[in-house]
C-alpha cells in the first residue's frame, strides 16, 4: 500500500490527536478526586470558625458578624451563619417572589494561597438583584441558583442577610460539576423593593 501525502497527513494527526488524548487524560482529575478536594477546602475554612452541628430547635439562632455556622443539611453542603433575621412580619411563602443580591468567594482558592476574590452584584448598583420563586423546581430561573440560596428564606423574613458556605451540589445549577464551593454574603427582598 502507497502512502500518498493525503494518508500521511491523515495517520500523522490520528497518531498526534491519539497521543494528546492519552497525556490530557493523565493531567485531568476524576470528579471523586475533585470532591475530595471540595471537602479539604470547606473543612479548611470551616475550622476557622466555630461551628453548630443542629439547626436551633425553636428556629432563634444566634446572630451577628461572630455568631456560628449552622450546619443546615446532614450531608454539610451547606453552613449558615445569621447577620441579620430580617423583618419576621415579610416571611416568603412558596411560590412567592424573592429578589437577592449576593457577593461570592471561591474557597477552594483561598484554601490555596491564591487569595480572596470577591463577585457577584451587591456592590455594583448597576447590576440587577436576582430572583427566585421560593421552592419552584420547575422554573429553571428558580433552579439555576440551588436549592443553597433559598434556603434562608425557610427560616427568616425579607431583607435577612446571611453568610452561606456551599458546597458546588447546593449552589449554582451551571457549577456544579467544577467541585468549587463558596462563600457567600446574601440578602433578600421583596418582589416590590
Not at 478536594?37 to 470547606?42: D, N, P, R, Y
Not at 444566634?62 to 416571611?91: C, I, Q, W
Request: charge should be negative.
Amino acid at each position: 500500500m502507497k502512502l500518498t501525502t493525503k494518508r500521511l497527513t491523515a495517520l500523522v494527526m490520528m497518531v498526534t490527536a491519539l497521543l494528546t488524548s492519552m497525556v490530557s487524560c493523565n493531567d485531568t482529575k476524576s470528579y471523586s478526586d475533585l470532591l475530595k478536594e471540595e471537602e479539604q477546602a470547606v473543612n479548611w475554612y470551616l475550622a476557622q470558625h466555630e461551628i453548630e452541628t443542629r439547626i436551633p430547635a425553636d428556629s432563634v439562632f444566634e446572630t451577628g458578624p461572630d455568631a456560628p455556622f449552622y450546619k443546615m443539611d446532614k450531608d454539610g453542603y451547606v453552613y449558615m451563619r445569621v447577620l441579620s433575621t430580617g423583618d419576621p412580619e415579610r416571611k416568603a411563602k412558596e411560590g412567592d417572589r424573592v429578589y437577592f443580591t449576593f457577593m461570592r468567594a471561591n474557597i477552594k482558592d483561598m484554601y490555596n494561597g491564591l487569595g480572596t476574590k470577591w463577585e457577584g452584584n451587591a456592590e455594583d448598583m448597576t447590576k440587577p438583584a436576582t430572583s427566585f420563586f421560593l421552592d419552584d423546581t420547575k422554573l429553571s430561573s428558580s433552579t439555576k441558583y440551588g436549592k443553597g440560596i433559598q434556603l434562608p428564606m425557610h427560616y427568616f423574613g425579607m431583607y435577612c442577610e446571611v453568610e452561606l458556605v456551599m458546597k458546588s451540589l447546593e449552589g449554582f445549577s451551571s457549577e456544579m460539576s467544577t467541585c468549587l464551593p463558596f462563600i457567600y454574603t446574601v440578602r433578600y427582598f421583596p418582589a416590590e423593593y
